[in-house]
């Protein structure tokens, strides 16, 4: 048996362009990447990066201007009608606003996509009841969605996604409406369905605590191009690129000269220090504070990554030790003007 891993989505050469008044608006330009079976990848980018036109060619809700869309095997452009509804079919979507019928209860919202692709009454109804058990809802089949939480509302959205047994579940900014504790509890939610089903998950996002969560990798979108991509702790500790600077460190990617052009540092925590206090025990070992000018941490996989901006002292000696401590415990830094 084969442990080759086995990539369920491959994009190659993507490009999607729109017509407008003014001529046209390049949305995707030449998008290439690929989602391994199982794992649960992560596609972010600030706004107008063109993530939501991306989530939507791969399961050909847009249709892509050049490149290919293979979906399990199967090339989404080149099937006929008939093909491609069976293969959306496997591509499961929730959103960001649930989309659910007002008018149906959670059940009957559950069992809307079952009863499209023909199954029959019963079975559809018990297929959904399993999956609202599934979600957590299984005492709120018979509500309407104005009585359900947000949180409850986009339990039933993936309850409804789950029931055609798709191999692909796309999230489309899928928290964005949620507080941090739903949202919490979703992403576990989406966990625990990626590890018990096997589903693979395609997250896509503007927010960095989401892929940071659940994502084993992910891609950085900006202008319309993937600029950076791999697994999320590497791309977290070293990333190449200003737009993957400005998602992973919103607090600014610059050491600038600070207090009348006193010596600065940048840190960064790659996650090997992890339960080290390493300015602490600097300052212990060369004895003299610093100023701490700015700090933007994140716990990855339960490793400390990320930055962090010091003042070092005017005694050029005093500076000299702590950039020979911070040598012999290996951290990483950079020295502004």
Do not use: W
């Not at 490009?15 to 407008?20: C, G, I, L, W």
């Not at 008044?21 to 199982?38: H, K, M, P, W």
């Not at 940048?266 to 504070?289: H, Q, W, Y």
């Amino acid at each position: 048996m084969s442990d080759q891993i086995k990539n369920i989505i491959e994009i190659d050469g993507l490009r999607k362009v729109y017509a407008d008044g003014n001529g046209t608006v390049t949305a995707l330009d030449g998008i290439s990447l690929s989602v391994r079976e199982g794992e649960i990848f992560g596609i972010i980018g600030l706004s107008g990066a063109g993530k939501s036109t991306l989530v939507r060619c791969i399961n050909l809700l847009e249709v892509p201007t050049e490149g290919s869309v293979v979906v399990d095997g199967k090339n989404l452009a080149k099937l006929g009608e008939g093909e491609l509804l069976g293969a959306r079919r496997k591509i499961g979507m929730i959103f960001q606003h649930f989309n659910l019928l007002q008018q149906r209860t959670a059940l009957e919202n559950v069992c809307f996509p079952l009863e499209i692709a023909g199954v029959k009454k019963e079975e559809a109804r018990k297929r959904a009841g399993k999956l609202l058990e599934t979600v957590g809802l299984g005492d709120r089949a018979d509500a309407y969605p104005s009585q359900l939480s947000g949180g409850m509302q986009q339990r039933v959205a993936i309850a409804r996604a789950l029931a055609n047994e798709p191999k692909v579940l796309l999230c489309d900014e899928a928290t964005s409406a949620l507080d941090p504790k739903t949202t919490l509890q979703i992403l576990e939610l989406l966990q625990e369905i990626n590890r018990e089903l096997g589903v693979t998950i395609v997250v896509i996002t503007h927010e960095m605590k989401v892929i940071e969560r659940i994502c084993s990798r992910v891609a950085i979108l900006a202008d319309s191009k993937v600029v950076e991509s791999g697994e999320v702790s590497e791309v977290f500790r070293h990333p190449k690129t200003s737009a993957a600077r400005q998602l992973i460190f919103p607090q600014g990617e610059k050491t600038e000269t600070f207090r009348g052009g006193k010596r600065t540092l940048r840190l960064a925590f790659d996650g090997t220090s992890t339960d080290k206090p390493i300015v602490a025990n600097m300052v212990l070992a060369c004895g003299e504070a610093v100023s701490i000018l700015a700090a933007d941490t994140k716990l990855i996989e339960g490793k400390t990554v990320g930055q962090m901006i010091l003042q070092l002292p005017e005694n050029e000696a005093v500076a000299e030790r702590m950039l020979a401590y911070l040598d012999q415990e290996k951290i990483s830094y950079t020295e502004g003007e």
